[in-house]
């Protein structure tokens, strides 16, 4: 599968923007999603991650009340609408997929199939 990342940007502190996750190839439900960033000189980490189904999901703490994740399966793309957005969320986005049918999310970077090509994501001050 290829992964499509999008709808990253500059925005102020307390914006918002959703970003997109495009795929092609199998049936979108057979695959778990999750969002991970990298911020400037840190490792990468785990954002969110959504069963294939879209019911079950999974926030890192410093995005939990803030962050949605979301699914249209029937569209074959995924979403992280990203509210409430502060500097320290500054990073490249990357969504990715594990080739999986399950309903449960994955937290395990390493998990993970296939990798989109990640969007900026900038939080001015």
């Known amino acids: 599968v290829q992964l499509q990342a999008s709808g990253g940007g500059l925005v102020q502190t307390g914006g918002s923007l959703r970003l997109s996750c495009a795929a092609s190839?199998?049936?979108?439900?057979?695959?778990?999603m999750g969002w991970f960033r990298q911020p400037p000189g840190k490792e990468r980490e785990l954002v969110a991650s959504i069963g294939g189904r879209g019911a079950n999901t999974y926030y890192a703490d410093s995005v939990k009340g803030r962050f949605t994740v979301s699914r249209d399966n029937a569209k074959n793309t995924g979403y992280l609408q990203m509210n409430a957005l502060r500097p320290e969320d500054t990073a490249v986005y990357y969504c990715?997929?594990?080739?999986?049918?399950?309903?449960?999310?994955?937290?395990?970077?390493?998990?993970?199939?296939?990798w989109g090509q990640g969007t900026q994501v900038t939080v001015s001050s």
């Open positions: 990715a997929a594990k080739a999986i049918r399950s309903i449960l999310y994955i937290i395990d970077d390493a998990a993970y199939d296939y």
């Open positions: 190839g199998r049936t979108f439900s057979s695959y778990v």
